[in-house]
């Protein structure tokens, strides 16, 4: 037996259980009982291992299990020749030390004045302590308006015990940045010496959500009239019930909305009218129902669909046809690039790509996978080449994807949302601290004196706009 065992693993070496064919197996199977055995025993094996390995969420690839990542070669850093790069000096000095030796720190025997003289700048973060101000707030009659009046004190919200300036920070903390609630307070307790808990933290987090959604507001109205639209959506969780976090962003700005549906439902709360300008997306199917001036479907997204199936269709009428789809799509990226090519030259080949994408739709395919993708080629044979003709259009929808890339931290850090208040919040608060993130602008300040401007007149300043310096 042990003997039939080794002559079959031999003859099955190669094999890949994990992705085992229907014809795979029943080639084991006709080789009889101990082929059938050989490889039963194989598999507890690798279960047996794959058990004894660090646990790994089902939605995830085990990091021993992943592929080695390509480099390119290239080595990382500025060229030769090239000026270095370091942090710049600081304009201001605080404080000034002398350093002089009274003895040699080696032997201790005695030292001259000073041969030589250098100056060293040091940065750094002193020990924080929390400023407590205690305001007396004095009232006074007012005869015309028959009542007492007082001032206001506009360092924090009404009847808030926390200032302005550590509601932005802690904010900006979460939802601009993923840190969890646990590691804010810790940041508080042991660094700034500011006792808080979990709870005080939401409190302050919703009283600004509630005040900063006129910005949000305004952040959905500059996205729907924007030229250029990246649009994406990813997994959510809300009270452990699947939701879906969609992403609307540009250049300046960003908005996200946490829905229950992945589909039409979702999109027509965002756009409430038909959208003019070009929208870039994925393939998903939900984005046919928009209303667009133009769209731009990813091409990154369609190079991946063609690696992903040449893992495991090594065909030849496949390879053919993905090699010449490849060698269209590489092209057009190649020409968006150049700009040593004439109007008359770039508009005669832009013209030609249009001819050879028609030449390999109507082409009679006999792969099954060639024969898919050419379905969705033609379905959206008008949003493939949207780029070329407009310089600010690019051909992928990377800029959603890195967008929405710091809600998927927070998701994988806090588990996303135990609420609809909460997902509310989210959403509302993260469009805030990102958008002003693209805007170059300083999140702590300029919120903590939009709350200071909204204690003393009641109402929120406009959401700043992008610095000129920056535009």
Not at 22 to 27: P, S, Y
Not at 220 to 225: G, V
Not at 293 to 306: A, N, P, Y
Not at 387 to 401: G, Q, S, T
Request: proline share 4%; aromatic share 8%; hydrophobic share 40%.
């Amino acid at each position: 037996m042990v003997q039939a065992q080794e002559k079959l693993g031999v003859q099955l070496t190669g094999l890949n259980l994990a992705e085992l064919t229907e014809e795979e197996a029943n080639k084991i199977y006709e080789q009889g009982r101990e082929a059938v055995v050989f490889v039963l025993l194989k598999l507890a094996q690798k279960l047996a291992e794959q058990e004894q390995s660090p646990s790994t969420p089902s939605a995830m690839i085990a990091v021993y299990q992943k592929p080695a990542v390509r480099t390119n070669g290239k080595t990382p850093g500025q060229k030769d020749g090239h000026d270095g790069v370091r942090r710049a000096s600081p304009v201001k000095i605080d404080q000034y030390q002398e350093h002089r030796l009274k003895s040699c720190p080696q032997c201790g025997g005695e030292v001259s004045k000073p041969a030589r003289t250098r100056k060293r700048i040091i940065e750094d973060i002193p020990q924080v302590e929390p400023v407590v101000t205690e305001h007396t707030i004095h009232g006074s009659y007012c005869s015309r308006c028959e009542k007492i009046v007082e001032p206001v004190v506009a360092d924090a919200l009404p009847g808030a015990t926390i200032g302005n300036n550590l509601v932005a920070l802690t904010a900006w903390l979460h939802y601009g940045l993923g840190n969890t609630l646990s590691q804010i307070v810790s940041v508080l307790n042991y660094h700034l010496q500011f006792k808080i808990s979990e709870g005080g933290l939401i409190g302050m987090w919703n009283r600004l959500h509630e005040i900063l959604y006129v910005w949000y507001e305004q952040i959905a109205e500059e996205a729907r009239k924007a030229g250029v639209l990246h649009a994406d959506e990813t997994g959510w969780r809300v009270s452990g019930i699947t939701h879906w976090l969609w992403c609307f962003t540009t250049q300046t700005t960003s908005y996200y909305m946490i829905d229950k549906s992945r589909g039409k439902a979702a999109l027509m709360k965002f756009f409430t009218e038909a959208f003019e300008g070009i929208l870039i997306t994925d393939f998903w199917a939900a984005y046919d129902r928009i209303t667009a001036g133009l769209k731009q479907k990813c091409m990154v997204h369609l190079f991946r669909e063609i690696e992903k199936v040449l893992v495991r269709n090594k065909s030849p009428a496949w390879l053919a046809f993905s090699k010449k789809l490849k060698r269209l799509l590489r092209d057009t990226l190649r020409l968006k690039k150049r700009d040593d090519v004439s109007e008359q030259q770039y508009a005669s080949r832009r013209e030609r790509f249009d001819v050879r994408l028609d030449e390999i739709l109507q082409q009679q395919w006999e792969d099954a996978d060639a024969q898919r993708i050419v379905k969705r080629l033609t379905k959206y044979r008008e949003d493939l080449f949207t780029f070329l003709d407009h310089d600010d259009v690019p051909a992928d929808n990377n800029h959603a994807e890195r967008e929405i890339r710091p809600a998927v931290i927070i998701r994988k850090n806090s588990l996303c949302n135990r609420s609809q208040d909460g997902a509310d919040m989210q959403a509302v608060l993260m469009s805030v601290y990102r958008t002003l993130k693209l805007r170059g602008i300083n999140p702590i300040q300029t919120i903590a004196m939009a709350l200071r401007i909204y204690v003393q007149t009641g109402k929120v300043p406009p959401l700043p706009t992008i610095p000129t310096s920056l535009g």
